[in-house]
């Protein structure tokens, strides 16, 4: 299936964004709306609508494994000293954009 998000749209270059890393299975990106001096979007190209989509098997921990370490990868390109993480699930949990995304921020 096409993801229709605006995450999806970024991925297939149908809308700008401000990329900061990409690779075979990964994109990030400057969030649009910054809440810290640093605030990177980092998605899988995969279309995973949420983190509660991940299927609790070998596969599933492997793509979300390979998620963190991404994070990881992308905050030690930036120099960052330290850096917190943050994954909103489901409306509830206030998430906005249905295409999993980890919020890589820091003001340090
Ligand atoms: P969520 O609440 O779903 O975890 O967060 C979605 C994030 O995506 C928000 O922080 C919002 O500012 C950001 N965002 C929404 N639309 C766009 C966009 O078109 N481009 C970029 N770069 N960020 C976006």
Redesign the pocket.
């Known amino acids: 299936m096409e993801n229709p998000t605006?995450f999806g749209k970024?991925i297939r270059r149908e809308?700008p964004?401000?990329i900061v890393y990409e690779d075979e299975e990964f994109i990030a990106?400057?969030?649009?709306?910054p809440?810290s001096k640093v605030h990177i979007?980092v998605c899988p190209k995969e279309y995973i609508p949420t983190l509660a989509d991940y299927p609790d098997t070998p596969e599933g921990a492997l793509k979300l494994g390979k998620l963190m370490l991404t994070a990881n990868r992308i905050a030690r390109q930036l120099g960052l000293e330290g850096y917190f993480i943050r994954?909103?699930v489901g409306e509830k949990g206030?998430?906005?954009?249905f295409h999993v995304?980890v919020?890589l921020r820091s003001d340090a």
């Open positions: 605006v970024i809308l964004a401000d990106f400057k969030d649009i709306r809440r979007l994954i909103h206030g998430q906005e954009v995304h919020h």
